[in-house]
T-cell receptor, first 117, second 112 residues
Protein backbone atom coordinates (compact mmCIF):
# COMPACT_ATOMS: atom_id res chain seq x y z
CA UNK A 1 0.00 0.00 0.00
CA UNK A 2 0.88 3.66 -0.15
CA UNK A 3 3.36 4.65 2.55
CA UNK A 4 4.21 8.16 3.68
CA UNK A 5 7.02 8.86 6.08
CA UNK A 6 7.86 11.93 8.14
CA UNK A 7 11.04 12.99 9.81
CA UNK A 8 11.63 13.76 12.59
CA UNK A 9 8.88 12.19 14.64
CA UNK A 10 9.58 14.51 17.56
CA UNK A 11 11.53 17.74 17.82
CA UNK A 12 12.12 20.20 20.60
CA UNK A 13 13.51 23.57 19.70
CA UNK A 14 14.11 26.91 21.33
CA UNK A 15 11.97 29.91 20.61
CA UNK A 16 13.27 31.88 17.65
CA UNK A 17 14.91 28.97 15.86
CA UNK A 18 13.72 27.23 12.70
CA UNK A 19 12.71 23.63 12.28
CA UNK A 20 12.42 21.59 9.07
CA UNK A 21 10.05 18.66 8.75
CA UNK A 22 10.34 16.23 5.83
CA UNK A 23 7.52 14.29 4.25
CA UNK A 24 8.26 11.49 1.80
CA UNK A 25 6.07 9.23 -0.28
CA UNK A 26 7.94 5.94 -0.28
CA UNK A 27 6.28 3.84 -2.93
CA UNK A 28 4.39 6.26 -5.12
CA UNK A 29 4.81 9.64 -6.71
CA UNK A 30 2.85 12.47 -5.16
CA UNK A 31 2.16 15.47 -7.34
CA UNK A 32 0.30 17.02 -4.44
CA UNK A 33 1.02 16.78 -0.74
CA UNK A 34 -0.91 18.35 2.09
CA UNK A 35 0.26 19.75 5.41
CA UNK A 36 -2.01 19.70 8.45
CA UNK A 37 -1.72 20.88 12.01
CA UNK A 38 -3.52 19.25 14.90
CA UNK A 39 -3.84 20.65 18.40
CA UNK A 40 -4.67 18.33 21.33
CA UNK A 41 -8.17 16.87 21.14
CA UNK A 42 -8.91 18.80 17.99
CA UNK A 43 -9.26 17.71 14.41
CA UNK A 44 -6.83 18.21 11.57
CA UNK A 45 -6.64 21.69 10.13
CA UNK A 46 -5.29 22.02 6.61
CA UNK A 47 -2.43 24.47 6.48
CA UNK A 48 -1.36 24.30 2.86
CA UNK A 49 -1.41 22.32 -0.33
CA UNK A 50 2.02 21.58 -1.72
CA UNK A 51 2.39 21.10 -5.46
CA UNK A 52 5.54 19.68 -7.00
CA UNK A 53 7.51 22.30 -8.82
CA UNK A 54 5.29 25.23 -7.90
CA UNK A 55 4.41 27.44 -4.97
CA UNK A 56 2.28 26.07 -2.17
CA UNK A 57 -1.27 27.21 -1.67
CA UNK A 58 -1.90 28.33 1.89
CA UNK A 59 -5.17 28.28 3.76
CA UNK A 60 -6.59 31.47 5.15
CA UNK A 61 -4.86 32.52 8.34
CA UNK A 62 -1.68 30.54 7.71
CA UNK A 63 1.40 32.74 7.30
CA UNK A 64 3.33 31.66 4.24
CA UNK A 65 6.48 33.43 5.40
CA UNK A 66 6.41 31.57 8.67
CA UNK A 67 5.57 28.14 7.33
CA UNK A 68 7.80 27.64 4.32
CA UNK A 69 6.88 24.74 2.09
CA UNK A 70 9.06 23.27 -0.61
CA UNK A 71 8.00 20.42 -2.89
CA UNK A 72 11.17 19.79 -4.84
CA UNK A 73 10.37 16.33 -6.16
CA UNK A 74 7.47 13.95 -6.60
CA UNK A 75 8.43 12.14 -3.42
CA UNK A 76 9.53 14.89 -1.04
CA UNK A 77 7.90 17.92 0.51
CA UNK A 78 9.34 19.92 3.40
CA UNK A 79 7.76 22.25 5.91
CA UNK A 80 10.02 24.73 7.68
CA UNK A 81 8.67 26.51 10.72
CA UNK A 82 10.67 29.72 10.89
CA UNK A 83 11.28 31.75 14.03
CA UNK A 84 9.29 29.27 16.04
CA UNK A 85 7.29 30.39 19.06
CA UNK A 86 5.69 28.32 21.83
CA UNK A 87 2.27 28.77 20.20
CA UNK A 88 3.62 26.87 17.17
CA UNK A 89 3.91 23.77 19.33
CA UNK A 90 1.62 21.24 17.72
CA UNK A 91 1.35 17.96 15.86
CA UNK A 92 2.19 18.44 12.19
CA UNK A 93 1.03 15.82 9.72
CA UNK A 94 1.55 15.53 5.99
CA UNK A 95 -0.44 13.50 3.53
CA UNK A 96 -0.39 12.55 -0.11
CA UNK A 97 -2.81 10.87 -2.45
CA UNK A 98 -1.71 8.22 -4.85
CA UNK A 99 -4.58 9.28 -7.07
CA UNK A 100 -5.28 5.80 -8.35
CA UNK A 101 -8.55 4.92 -10.07
CA UNK A 102 -9.80 8.47 -9.79
CA UNK A 103 -10.18 8.21 -6.07
CA UNK A 104 -8.85 10.76 -3.67
CA UNK A 105 -8.07 8.97 -0.47
CA UNK A 106 -5.06 10.36 1.29
CA UNK A 107 -2.26 8.53 3.00
CA UNK A 108 -0.89 10.23 6.03
CA UNK A 109 2.54 10.32 7.54
CA UNK A 110 2.96 9.38 11.20
CA UNK A 111 3.17 13.02 12.22
CA UNK A 112 5.81 15.23 13.84
CA UNK A 113 5.38 16.48 17.38
CA UNK A 114 6.93 19.96 17.63
CA UNK A 115 7.58 21.49 21.02
CA UNK A 116 8.92 25.03 21.17
CA UNK A 117 10.40 26.03 24.51
CA UNK B 1 -21.43 28.45 6.92
CA UNK B 2 -19.93 25.09 6.13
CA UNK B 3 -19.85 22.52 8.89
CA UNK B 4 -18.90 18.91 9.36
CA UNK B 5 -20.24 17.61 12.64
CA UNK B 6 -19.35 14.47 14.49
CA UNK B 7 -20.39 13.61 18.00
CA UNK B 8 -17.65 15.02 20.19
CA UNK B 9 -18.63 12.80 23.09
CA UNK B 10 -16.91 9.46 23.32
CA UNK B 11 -18.91 6.42 22.33
CA UNK B 12 -18.56 3.55 24.78
CA UNK B 13 -19.76 0.12 23.73
CA UNK B 14 -19.34 -3.47 24.79
CA UNK B 15 -17.16 -5.84 22.81
CA UNK B 16 -19.15 -7.74 20.19
CA UNK B 17 -21.72 -5.00 19.69
CA UNK B 18 -22.07 -2.82 16.62
CA UNK B 19 -20.68 0.69 16.88
CA UNK B 20 -22.41 3.39 14.84
CA UNK B 21 -20.81 6.78 14.32
CA UNK B 22 -22.47 9.74 12.63
CA UNK B 23 -21.15 12.45 10.36
CA UNK B 24 -23.43 15.32 9.35
CA UNK B 25 -22.51 18.14 7.03
CA UNK B 26 -24.04 21.41 5.91
CA UNK B 27 -23.38 23.63 2.92
CA UNK B 28 -21.20 21.07 1.19
CA UNK B 29 -21.73 19.12 -2.01
CA UNK B 30 -19.03 16.51 -1.63
CA UNK B 31 -17.93 14.28 -4.45
CA UNK B 32 -16.62 11.82 -1.89
CA UNK B 33 -16.89 11.19 1.80
CA UNK B 34 -14.14 9.34 3.60
CA UNK B 35 -13.58 7.76 6.98
CA UNK B 36 -10.26 7.59 8.76
CA UNK B 37 -9.05 6.07 11.98
CA UNK B 38 -6.59 7.93 14.19
CA UNK B 39 -4.77 6.53 17.18
CA UNK B 40 -3.21 8.88 19.78
CA UNK B 41 -0.02 10.49 18.54
CA UNK B 42 -0.33 8.96 15.08
CA UNK B 43 -1.44 10.13 11.66
CA UNK B 44 -4.89 9.15 10.38
CA UNK B 45 -5.28 5.88 8.50
CA UNK B 46 -7.63 5.67 5.54
CA UNK B 47 -10.51 3.23 5.97
CA UNK B 48 -13.24 3.73 3.41
CA UNK B 49 -14.30 6.09 0.66
CA UNK B 50 -17.83 6.42 -0.62
CA UNK B 51 -18.86 8.41 -3.66
CA UNK B 52 -21.88 10.68 -3.91
CA UNK B 53 -23.69 8.20 -6.15
CA UNK B 54 -23.14 5.28 -3.78
CA UNK B 55 -25.43 4.56 -0.87
CA UNK B 56 -23.39 1.93 0.93
CA UNK B 57 -19.86 0.58 1.01
CA UNK B 58 -18.52 -2.36 2.97
CA UNK B 59 -15.08 -3.58 3.91
CA UNK B 60 -14.77 -6.55 6.24
CA UNK B 61 -16.46 -5.49 9.52
CA UNK B 62 -16.89 -1.91 8.36
CA UNK B 63 -19.91 -0.41 6.63
CA UNK B 64 -20.44 3.16 5.51
CA UNK B 65 -23.67 4.71 4.27
CA UNK B 66 -24.01 8.02 2.51
CA UNK B 67 -27.31 9.91 2.28
CA UNK B 68 -26.85 13.07 0.23
CA UNK B 69 -30.45 14.10 0.91
CA UNK B 70 -29.99 13.98 4.67
CA UNK B 71 -26.39 15.15 4.26
CA UNK B 72 -25.27 12.39 6.54
CA UNK B 73 -22.93 9.43 6.63
CA UNK B 74 -23.09 6.58 9.11
CA UNK B 75 -20.06 4.45 9.92
CA UNK B 76 -20.66 1.02 11.42
CA UNK B 77 -18.24 -1.42 12.98
CA UNK B 78 -19.82 -4.82 13.54
CA UNK B 79 -18.59 -7.34 16.11
CA UNK B 80 -16.51 -4.60 17.68
CA UNK B 81 -13.25 -5.42 19.44
CA UNK B 82 -11.17 -3.52 22.00
CA UNK B 83 -8.61 -3.02 19.23
CA UNK B 84 -11.18 -0.91 17.40
CA UNK B 85 -10.86 1.74 20.12
CA UNK B 86 -9.64 4.91 18.43
CA UNK B 87 -10.85 8.25 17.12
CA UNK B 88 -12.74 8.05 13.85
CA UNK B 89 -12.73 11.02 11.51
CA UNK B 90 -14.98 11.72 8.58
CA UNK B 91 -13.72 13.92 5.79
CA UNK B 92 -15.29 15.49 2.75
CA UNK B 93 -13.68 15.93 -0.59
CA UNK B 94 -14.89 18.93 -2.48
CA UNK B 95 -15.24 19.02 -6.21
CA UNK B 96 -12.14 21.13 -6.69
CA UNK B 97 -9.64 18.36 -6.24
CA UNK B 98 -8.14 16.21 -3.56
CA UNK B 99 -8.40 18.64 -0.68
CA UNK B 100 -10.12 17.17 2.33
CA UNK B 101 -11.96 18.89 5.17
CA UNK B 102 -12.20 16.91 8.38
CA UNK B 103 -14.83 16.64 11.06
CA UNK B 104 -13.85 16.85 14.70
CA UNK B 105 -13.81 13.09 15.14
CA UNK B 106 -15.56 10.75 17.53
CA UNK B 107 -13.65 8.67 20.03
CA UNK B 108 -14.78 5.08 20.24
CA UNK B 109 -14.06 2.96 23.31
CA UNK B 110 -14.80 -0.76 23.07
CA UNK B 111 -14.77 -2.46 26.43
CA UNK B 112 -14.05 -6.17 26.85
Amino acid sequence: GAVVSQHPSRVICKSGTSVKIECRSLDFQATTMFWYRQFPKQSLMLMATSNEGSKATYEQGVEKDKFLINHASLTLSTLTVTSAHPEDSSFYICSAGPGTSGTSEQYFGPGTRLTVT
Amino acid sequence: SQKIEQNSEALNIQEGKTATLTCNYTNYSPAYLQWYRQDPGRGPVFLLLIRENEKEKRKERLKVTFDTTLKQSLFHITASQPADSATYLCALNNNAGNMLTFGGGTRLMVKP
